[in-house]
Structures are given as structure tokens and as C-alpha cells.
């Protein structure tokens, strides 16, 4: 006699499948998210109105006393400074790469007004060999500070690179420091003083183990064009017409490199461009001093050429400067174009491609 056993590992259907999803979806209603997390998390999923929900559901609210330990921090994933393998594009050297408009407070010795604290921008970089995926870039702002509170200089300025220099295992490094620097300026005539607000960079760059100290300064000044001036004269001396000569806002970057030796303040390096074109725009003025401006203005004619050869004459006198860079644009009145010119001493800052944005940086709105 032959006796027919069911057959056990018979798989189920839809209808047993419909019967035991109606069962965890009622269990799961009920149950906490500890035991569907216990059993498996995917259930969350069955139920109406979670099909799409990514569980374990999150915390919302912060987690005020949660404290993070040694071992806790060693979990956290790291892939800025991760391993080669990650590295997207071409495995190639990084000049510079780091942080820009990084602002805080500094204090700076200055010539005539004391120590001054100042609103200061600070861009910080260093360079990262090609196998490198990237660097924290955290630890330059960590670095900076450091050394925030002590009075500024170029020393301090390098005490903050050594250390970024040693965190990140970097072989070139770069600090630059941008400010207004805030200077009582007199008027021509009546005696009346206001505050001429000058940008100001300070640099220090070290590339192949040599550091290299950079001051930077955008001196505003007026431009009377000698041609214009000329032809205003012939109009009233021949035919006795009034007519003016064409001046207008002007701007000279100047760039150079501080050699060891005595101080080169911000002040000095003011004075100098000064000292090359007097015409610098004025802050408080009446009428005499008005007058005077004009007076100056006719007195010191110059063409951009000019300018750029001006300031070159000054800074070739002073031993504290070396290499050196002037790049001036004359934001013409007469044409709808500006007048330019770039002059460099030394190799440091020769360049044969020109920054697309380089001169329109130089505007100087007041």
C-alpha cells in the first residue's frame, strides 16, 4: 500500500504571503522601534505610510549632552585626508590649496599711531604632493589662532606658518593678511585732518625651504593728463576759450618684497608713493583746499607711464626693499576705456600672462 506524505517544503503563495504581511503589519503597529529593530529593521517598511522611509527613524532634537570620546572620534569617517585611491582627476601637485577671507581681529605695531587692532582678511594655503587627497583645513585656522592674540608681525606671521607648515606635513606654505590701515591725513590748506583708509596686504610665502616677506599697498590717487592739460592752455592763450584738462581717480598696487634689516612700516611705504605722485585724493576739503588740489593737480601732470616710473624711481632708493612690482590704471574721464601700465624690478613678480580680472580689482569706490 502506497501512503502520500503532504509536502512539507512546499513554498507558500500569494494568499500566505498577503496573511503573514497582514500579521507583522499589525505586530509592528504595536510594537516599539526597539523590537522591530530587534527582529529586523526592514519591517518598518510595511507598514502604510513608511514605504519609503529610511529606518532606523532618525533623532530629531540635538543631542545637548552628548559628549564625544577618543574612540568616537577615531569612527568618524575622514575622507578629505583619505587615501590615494580616492584622489578624482589627475594625480598631480596642488600649489596651493587652503582657506581665503578668513577674518578675525589682529593687532599691528604701526610707525605714528601706537598698536592698532584691525579687521583682518586672511588667506592661508600650502601646496600638497599628488598622492595626497587633500589636507584639514581647519588646522590653518587652528594654527592662526594660536597666535592671534599676540602683537602682529612678519614674526608671528611666521611662528603661524611653522605650525601649519609641521600640521599638514607640507613642504610650501603661504600666509597673506589684508587690512585698512587707518592714517590721519591733513588737508592742503586749511588745516583740517580726516582718517585716508589705505589697503594693505602683508605676505609671507615660503617655496624650496626660502621664505620670502611681500608688503602690499593700493595707493588712490588723481591724474592730471599732461596732453589735455597742454591743449587747455593753447585754447585760452589762442583764441581765449575756457576749457579744463581732464583728470581722474587713479590707483597704483605696489608690490614688494621686505628685506631683513630695519622695519619697513606701512606708513613708509606710504610716504614714498606719496613722495612719487602728491596728488593723492583728498578727505576733508573746503574751498582753499579744493584750490590747492587743483593747483597740485597742475603742477604733477602724468601719464600712466609716468606713475608706474614714479613710483619706481622712490622704491629703487630704499635698501629695505627688494624685487618689486607697480601695476597702475588711470580710470579715464576722457575715453570709456582705462589707461594702464605694469613695471617690475627683479624676477620675482615678472609675468608674461596678465590675471583677466588684474586691473578691474584696482577700482577704488570710496
Known sequence: MNIHTPDIAQLPDREDAEEALNVLRQWAKSATPEE???LDPSVTRLIPGFEVSNYPALARAYPEDFKVDDTYKASMPDLQNGPSSLIRGAKQDLQHVGISNFRLPISYHTRDN????LETSVTGTVSLEAGKK???????MRSFYKHAEKTFSFEVIEAALDDYITDLDSFDARIQMRLSYPAKVKSLRSGLEGYQYYD???????KDGVRRKFMHLDYVYSSTCPCSLELSEHARQSRGQLATPHSQRSVARISVEVLCGDCLWFEDLIDMARDAVPTETQVMVKREDEQAFAELNAANPIFVEDAARLFCEQLLRDERIGDFRVVASHQESLHSHDAVSILT???LFTADSLDPKLFSTLFHVG
Do not use: K, P
Request: glycine residues 12%; hydrophobic residues 45%.
Open 114 to 117: 601706537g598698536d592698532l587692532t
Open 36 to 38: 522591530v529593530a530587534d
Open 200 to 206: 594693505i596686504a602683508l605676505e609671507l610665502v615660503e
Open 345 to 347: 624690478h627683479g624676477d
Open 134 to 140: 587633500g589636507i584639514n583645513m581647519s588646522r590653518i
